[in-house]
């Protein structure tokens, strides 16, 4: 069974960077079917894909965050991470690390999600 998990910190101050890791069982994330994506969920609004990362270890941002963002991977540990710098409190979210099948506009498994809150 594909499990996924994420940790962080839960508490990032502003202009900081935010940094989750997301750990993968179950499958690896150099599988050439599927994509290991980012989304976020703020209070009170709907799901934000921020970036994926490919087998190939080619990385996808969200044209309104690329700036910001940063996927990388540790192949080693079945591990990816997500990297979003000088973050503001529209920055709060539940964020979620998912698999996302290639060719698919749907994510197959979750994470738990994780409560980050961008305050001072």
């Known amino acids: 069974q594909v499990q996924l998990q994420e940790s962080g910190p839960g508490l990032v101050k502003p202009s900081q960077t935010l940094s989750l890791t997301c750990t993968v069982s179950?499958?690896?994330?150099?599988?050439?079917?599927?994509?290991w994506t980012w989304i976020r969920q703020p209070p009170g609004k709907g799901l934000e894909w921020m970036g994926a990362?490919?087998?190939?270890?080619?990385?996808y941002y969200s044209p309104s965050l690329k700036s910001r963002t940063s996927i990388s991977r540790d192949t080693s540990k079945n591990q990816f991470t997500l990297q979003l710098s000088s973050v503001t409190p529209e920055d709060t979210a539940v964020y979620y690390c998912?698999?996302?099948?290639?060719?698919?506009?749907?994510?197959?498994?979750w994470g738990q999600g994780t409560q980050v809150t961008v305050s001072s």
């Open positions: 990362i490919a087998y190939s270890g080619s990385t």
């Open positions: 179950g499958d690896s994330i150099t599988t050439n079917y599927a994509y």
């Open positions: 998912v698999r996302e099948p290639r060719a698919s506009t749907y994510y197959d498994y």
